[in-house]
């Protein structure tokens, strides 16, 4: 997006640095295409085939099936028993793998949500980008207005909260482990768009699914389906964290909700910053049509995680704002 805008130059600066961008030993692509021929070592998770760098891009075999969001949009019933199947298919990762690889491989940890929120929304720049979400949306001019202000709040907060965000090294995560990239066919899972990096624990993985899947919720036109993907995520994630050693789970929780609220916002900002005319797909469009919905999720969740609640009643306590309070806007 600030490519489009200009923040690099005119696109003669553009193609110059991207010729040597390409080059370059820590290359992003380069980085994925490392972690793919890796991760195809495994019993699981599943991937899709790595065939060529070619030109900066990374090209792949096709991943066979449907996206898991395409099913749980068709069959929003069986929610939980996704979520349940993509969070079992990430153990190897999370739980030795993953860290032997990052050993003696490069991280994209650019990618972690707690890196691109903080890069994204708490930068130098980060007053003037927040002030100029939406500007070129057709969102009227109030409610966006009510939108920044929202953010505004929940960015504030979730900078405040980035101590319950554990330090890292300790396990691998997968990354990028969201509904849109991992196929289903024939009852098995091909995972694309590996994002491994450090963390203290699976927690990111299981925020960013739980982020992703809630604004998937809420892009479906029937208010049923809406509550019944919701509802599938909160089952998974009660049963995920039930597992949990007790004396564990008051931390593991608190991070995991943090990062979910911090890859919402991040998410939604990103949307809004769109250009005027920049191709958003039609599940993207929805989410932007309903931002005020999404700054109050944010906004509310954040004002709740710095509050006294922990542990499961926590999570009650956040997932019945969002069944009761939220969707009410609708």
């Known amino acids: ?3 489009l805008r200009g923040a690099k130059g005119t696109w003669d600066d553009v193609r110059e640095a991207q010729r040597a961008h390409v080059q370059s030993i820590d290359l992003l692509t380069r980085r994925q295409h490392q972690a793919l021929d890796a991760l195809q070592t495994l019993s699981r998770p599943r ?3 790595p065939v060529e760098l070619l030109g900066g891009v990374l090209f792949t075999a096709p991943a066979p099936g449907r996206t898991v969001a395409e099913e749980m949009a068709d069959r929003p019933w069986d929610t939980a028993a996704l979520l349940d199947a993509i969070l079992l298919s990430l153990t190897t990762v999370h739980t030795g793998d993953g860290a032997r690889y990052l050993r003696q491989a490069w991280p994209l940890t650019e990618r972690s949500i ?6 994204q929304l708490a930068g ?10 939406g500007r070129d949306s057709l969102i009227p001019e109030g409610e966006r207005l009510d939108v920044i202000a929202r953010v505004e709040t929940a960015v504030r907060r979730l900078l405040r909260l980035t101590e319950a965000i554990r330090p890292r090294q300790r396990a691998g995560v997968f990354g990028d482990a969201q509904p849109g990239n991992i196929f289903l066919s024939d009852h098995r899972l091909t995972f694309i768009n590996p994002a491994l990096h450090w963390a203290a624990g699976p927690e990111p993985d299981v925020a960013k ?3 992703r899947t809630f604004l998937l919720a809420l892009a479906q036109p029937s208010r049923g389906d809406e509550r019944r993907i919701t509802q599938g995520a909160v089952a998974a994630l009660g049963r995920y964290f039930q597992a949990v050693p007790a004396f564990e789970r008051v931390a593991r929780l608190r991070e995991v909700m943090v990062l979910w609220v911090m890859d919402t916002v991040s998410t939604l900002a ?3 910053s769109a250009p005027a005319g920049f191709p958003l ?3 993207q469009m929805v989410i932007l049509s309903q931002a005020r919905r999404v700054a109050t999720l944010t906004e509310r969740v954040s004002g709740l995680l710095i509050g006294s609640s922990s542990g499961l009643d926590l999570l009650e306590t956040v997932f019945h704002e969002v069944e009761h309070t939220v969707l009410d806007l609708r």
């Open 209 to 211: 699914l739980i982020s």
């Open 281 to 283: 797909s039609d599940a």
């Open 114 to 119: 707690l890196d691109v929120f903080r890069t």
């Open 124 to 133: 130098p720049a980060a007053a003037r980008y927040i002030a100029d979400l």
């Open 1 to 3: 997006m600030s490519i």
């Open 270 to 272: 990103t949307y809004l």
């Open 47 to 49: 991937v899709c085939e």
